[in-house]
């Protein structure tokens, strides 16, 4: 069946950086949108990036724009989000997810299971 696995979270200091990455299986999800969101302790899941099939567009959330940035590889059926310059806020855990461009930032169709990543100060 079809997954989206994370990987490349951590514990890191503010101001470290880090690139988590997200591995798709069971089929291509290279005709879909991909992106990533994050949920930290007692909140609800906040947008952060989205790239378009073709890897041509990419829109980010106010959070994430200048410091975090996505990118994919349809050959490897895989998405990635290098994130710099990180805060304790962005302590979270972090979801790739798959779904259309329109209605990505809301109801995105597939989602990973997450990946931890704690900024200490």
């Known amino acids: 069946q079809a997954q989206l696995v994370e990987s490349g979270g951590g514990l890191v200091q503010a101001g470290d950086s880090l690139r988590l990455s997200c591995a798709a299986s069971g089929r291509t999800f290279s005709h879909v949108t991909l992106g990533w969101f994050r949920q930290a302790p007692g909140k609800g899941r906040e947008f952060l990036a989205a790239v378009n099939e073709r890897g041509n567009t990419k829109r980010y959330a106010e959070s994430a724009k200048g410091r975090f940035t996505i990118s994919r590889d349809n050959a490897e059926n895989m998405t990635f989000l290098q994130m710099n310059s990180l805060k304790p806020e962005d302590t979270a855990v972090y979801f790739c997810?798959?779904?259309?461009?329109?209605?990505?930032?809301?109801?995105?169709?597939?989602w990973g299971q997450g990946t931890q990543v704690t900024v200490s100060s």
């Open positions: 997810a798959a779904g259309p461009w329109v209605t990505f930032a809301t109801t995105p169709t597939d």
